[in-house]
Nanobody
Framework: QVQLVESGGGLVQAGDSLRLSCAAPGLTFSMYAMGWFRQTPGKEREFVAAIAKSGGNTNYADSVKGRFTISRDNAQNTVFLQMKSLKPEDTAVYYC????????????????????WGQGTQVTVSS
């Protein structure tokens, strides 16, 4: 089992930016498609962004399009989520996830598509 490690969360004000990182030590990282999800108390885990193994294809939830950017550095075994123009409704625990399934260009947006998860990092946006 592989556990991913998220970092970069914190307390910011509306309009600020944060960059989340997710490290995958010990993985042949280029073999895994990656995703970001978020969850608030009482709600289901919500898809945020996903990126293909090669990094060439991405997908975003409508709520974050134009504000968030997912990227990856396979040489560093790390996926990033650059969050700009943060809003209070972005407050959540953010999780990264990895899956080895699919072609190099495949993107996954469902929880069930992923088999490896991190522990999450808290993002709090105050108004």
């Amino acid at each position: 089992q592989v556990q991913l490690v998220e970092s970069g969360g914190g307390l910011v004000q509306a309009g600020d930016s944060l960059r989340l990182s997710c490290a995958a030590p010990g993985l042949t990282f280029s073999m895994y498609a990656m995703g970001w999800f978020r969850q608030t108390p009482g709600k289901e885990r919500e898809f945020v962004a996903a990126i293909a193994k090669s990094g060439g294809n991405t997908n975003y939830a409508d709520s974050v399009k134009g504000r968030f950017t997912i990227s990856r550095d396979n040489a560093q075994n790390t996926v990033f989520l650059q969050m700009k123009s943060l809003k209070p409704e972005d407050t959540a625990v953010y999780y990264c996830a990895a899956t080895r399934y699919g072609r190099s260009s495949s993107i996954y947006t469902r929880d069930s598509d992923y088999h490896t998860w991190g522990q999450g990092t808290q993002v709090t946006v105050s108004s």
